[in-house]
């Protein structure tokens, strides 16, 4: 994580990340409740399904209150990524003056190449600091995919008690198939949002 770019890569996919995330969730609740209704609507003869979909609405919102601590790393990792950014070109541009330089700066004020030495030291500190904020950023990105992988094992029930009462007529199968898609909405969303950091982290070590 050395440029520009880079850093714009990590605000781009945190966005584009809570955006679909958000999104999906809001929808995952929202047929949730459509299925307590259709469940309220007809009594005891779907009690299975209706457990089912109150944990699925629990869940979701499990989800988004973790989705929601996701940005809270992100200015801290900007804003290492930035002053590395800035000693950097320090330091370029402290090289390009030597090199360019018919004297020799370093034996006349020696305070040079001490000054160059505590950019260095910045640099090294800011990036451990950037390392430390994307492996916090990660943990909670693989959190949120063993939250999401629970609420794949609830989709899974929900099929399963809607197949049990499917001669009822209600229309639950359809209904879980539903929140199925938009759980994989959040699956995908998050797992491409860890790739990318995971690219980050590459690089940055």
Same mark, same amino acid.
């Given at each position: 994580?050395?440029?520009?770019?880079?850093?714009?890569?990590?605000?781009?996919?945190?966005?584009?990340?809570?955006?679909?995330?958000?999104?999906?969730?809001?929808?995952?609740?929202?047929?949730?409740? /459509?299925?307590?209704?259709?469940?309220?609507?007809?009594?005891?003869?779907?009690?299975?399904?209706?457990?089912?979909?109150?944990?699925?609405?629990?869940?979701?919102?499990?989800?988004?209150?973790?989705?929601?601590?996701?940005?809270?790393?992100?200015?801290?990792?900007?804003?290492?990524?930035?002053?590395?950014?800035?000693?950097?070109?320090?330091?370029? /541009?402290?090289?390009?003056?030597?090199?360019?330089?018919?004297?020799?700066?370093?034996?006349?004020?020696?305070?040079?190449?001490?000054?160059?030495?505590?950019?260095?030291?910045?640099?090294?500190?800011?990036?451990?600091?950037?390392?430390?904020?994307?492996?916090?950023?990660?943990?909670?990105?693989?959190?949120?995919?063993?939250?999401?992988?629970?609420?794949?094992?609830?989709?899974?029930?929900?099929?399963?008690?809607?197949?049990?009462?499917?001669?009822?007529?209600?229309?639950?199968?359809?209904?879980?198939?539903?929140?199925?898609?938009?759980?994989?909405?959040?699956?995908?969303?998050?797992r491409d949002y860890r790739q990318q950091l995971e690219r980050l982290?590459?690089?940055?070590?």
């Amino acid at each position: 994580m050395s440029n520009v770019q880079q850093i714009m890569d990590v605000v781009d996919a945190s966005f584009r990340a809570r955006q679909d995330i958000d999104r999906a969730l809001r929808e995952i609740d929202r047929r949730a409740l /459509n299925a307590m209704v259709l469940v309220k609507k007809h009594g005891n003869a779907l009690a299975g399904y209706g457990v089912v979909a109150q944990a699925f609405r629990e869940r979701a919102a499990m989800l988004r209150e973790s989705a929601s601590h996701l940005q809270e790393n992100i200015a801290p990792l900007i804003g290492s990524q930035m002053r590395i950014l800035q000693q950097q070109r320090l330091i370029q /541009n402290f090289d390009h003056m030597m090199q360019s330089s018919r004297e020799d700066l370093h034996k006349q004020c020696p305070a040079f190449a001490t000054t160059r030495q505590a950019w260095g030291k910045v640099i090294a500190t800011e990036q451990e600091t950037a390392r430390r904020i994307l492996r916090q950023l990660l943990e909670k990105v693989r959190t949120l995919q063993e939250g999401v992988e629970e609420q794949e094992y609830v989709v899974t029930s929900g099929r399963i008690e809607a197949a049990l009462v499917e001669a009822s007529g209600v229309p639950l199968m359809r209904v879980s198939r539903d929140m199925g898609e938009a759980v994989q909405i959040v699956a995908r969303a998050i797992r491409d949002y860890r790739q990318q950091l995971e690219r980050l982290q590459d690089e940055s070590n």
